[in-house]
DNA sequence: TAATATACGGACCGGTGGTCCGAATTGCCA
DNA sequence: TGGCAATTCGGACCACCGGTCCGTATATTA
């Protein structure tokens, strides 16, 4: 580990962000994640073989990197959106700036969400995610329900989805997040019956 | 084709159904599709390597065959639950026919929604089941909005999903779901306030 | 039974993610 | 500054994957 020992090689830090941007690049460039290959990587980042899996352990490893460098800014957003009053509000902020951020990615998480076996739930950001929506789902359903309808409302933004519907404006895709938001939020009509 | 000459061969069909039947059963004793390969089936069935692909095209094209296969009751099912009177409940029975069918063959429904890309939404199967979903959505919603909706009630059954929800008991991802349909098909707040 | 269309098997291909190890580079200490 | 140990580099190498190909075996037809 770095705390123990030496420093951290100069050269190593060098060639992980050489890896990190050449990832990102051949990534942003592909229309399908698939036709990246570690290979590719390397080779565009002038760098060894190897080298990328020393300092990610494997493909997963790479682009979870990648996402949490390029998700800063997304956290920064959530946890502003915070600030809003009621649940459906910050429900639907945080919903709205998943989707822009995958809509802003998407090669980067289609990539993300199909690798490996059920990858798209071991992912600690996932994690995060799917914990602080079931607090908001909470307020207005039993806790059982709160973390079935999270997982739904964040299946409702995958990348294949969003892929899928891509050839419609994002404002409609939008508009139908919104609306689902919206209804979910409301309260299950089996317990407030009108 | 069929149409034209000749009878098919009788080795071939008997073949293909060696296939099919091979993939089956190491599918249903796999943990991870991902490890049964097409080495795998056409050994298990007794068969040339290239046999699987003669029969099937592809990967894909095997692994659908057998889901329509095995779809055969599960179509039956849903096109009795259509008798049910509003669309919460032929909704309900729509989803929940559908969540059964994926835990009762989930390495199986695990594969086909990873396979390639994009592959969950080429499927024609599920075509069929959003077209069907969003007649019943458009009951109450929006024409735009029952269109995602519907999308996103059949992402809210991705095998993926029931796949990481495994470890509680189904019953409580089936309690869940229908609190989802139940909300989804009370009507948009928006459109209908209190 | 002869002829012909068809399917068979498995060697073969390009490409993948991942490993390994001798060679080169780096950081530390004298 | 020079030498030494630790660390990283590069790319050959591996097992395996899905998929193709073609000489050979077999089923069908006449």
Redesign the interface.
């Known amino acids: 580990m770095t705390a123990a020992g030496r420093k951290e090689r100069a050269d190593a830090v060098r060639n992980r962000e050489a890896v990190l941007a050449a990832a990102a690049r051949l990534l942003d460039a592909a229309d399908?994640p698939?036709d990246v290959s570690m290979n590719d990587i390397a080779a565009a980042a002038g760098v060894g073989k190897g080298t990328p899996f020393r300092g990610f352990g494997d493909r997963i490893g790479l682009l979870q990197a990648l996402a949490e460098q390029r998700g800063e800014r997304l956290r920064a957003e959530l946890a502003a959106g915070e600030s809003s009053s009621g649940p459906v509000e910050r429900a639907t902020a945080m919903l709205d700036a998943i989707l822009r951020f995958k809509l802003a990615n998407r090669s980067l998480m289609l990539a993300l969400e199909?690798a490996g076996?059920?990858s798209?739930?071991r992912n600690s950001t996932y994690g995060r995610w799917h914990r602080h929506l079931a607090e908001i789902v909470a307020e207005v359903?039993r806790p059982?329900?709160a973390?079935?309808?999270a997982?739904?409302l964040l299946?409702?933004v995958?990348s294949?989805?969003i892929?899928?519907?891509g050839d419609q404006p994002p404002e409609?895709?939008r508009?139908?997040?919104a609306?689902?938001v919206?209804?979910?939020l409301?309260?299950?009509?089996?317990d407030r019956p009108?």
């Not at 409301?186 to 089996?190: E, I, L, N, T, V």
């Open positions: 399908d698939g199909n076996s059920g798209p739930y359903h059982d329900d973390d079935y309808l997982h739904a299946a409702a995958r294949d989805l892929e899928h519907l409609r895709t508009d139908g997040l609306c689902l919206r209804v979910v409301a309260g299950d009509p089996a009108r």
